[in-house]
Nanobody, 122 residues
Framework: QVQLVESGGGLVQAGGSLRLSCAAS????????MGWFRQAPGKEREFVAA????????YYADSVKGRFTISRDNAKNTVSLQMNSLKPEDTAVYYC???????????????WGQGTQVTVSS
């Protein structure tokens, strides 16, 4: 069982930045790929970014590429999502999740956090 707790969400104006963090309880955190997903009201959950277990490779949705950066600190059991140049369409609940290997598919992730709200005003 892995517990994930996200933090760092909030209200920001368009063009601003936020940094989300996800703390994991797993002793073997470094053995999991980590992903960030988001879900806006009335929409399906969508992939945002993912990072391999060794943090050597990162993957992004086209909609956030060049604006968001995913990183992890295996010593601290945390994964972060730095979000710059935020747009109103980035408004959503953001979730972190673990998977045996990196994927853009939500159904490949085993454990999920409770989510943190990000609201970008125009």
């Amino acid at each position: 069982q892995v517990q994930l707790v996200e933090s760092g969400g909030g209200l920001v104006q368009a063009g601003g930045s936020l940094r989300l963090s996800c703390a994991a309880s797993a002793r073997t955190f470094s053995s999991y790929a980590m992903g960030w997903f988001r879900q806006a009201p009335g929409k399906e959950r969508e992939f945002v970014a993912a990072i391999r277990r060794s943090s050597g490779s990162t993957y992004y949705a086209d909609s956030v590429k060049g604006r968001f950066t995913i990183s992890r600190d295996n010593a601290k059991n945390t994964v972060s999502l730095q979000m710059n140049s935020l747009k109103p369409e980035d408004t959503a609940v953001y979730y972190c999740a673990t998977a045996p290997r990196v994927s853009e598919r939500a159904d490949q992730y085993d454990y999920w956090g409770q989510g943190t709200q990000v609201t970008v005003s125009s």
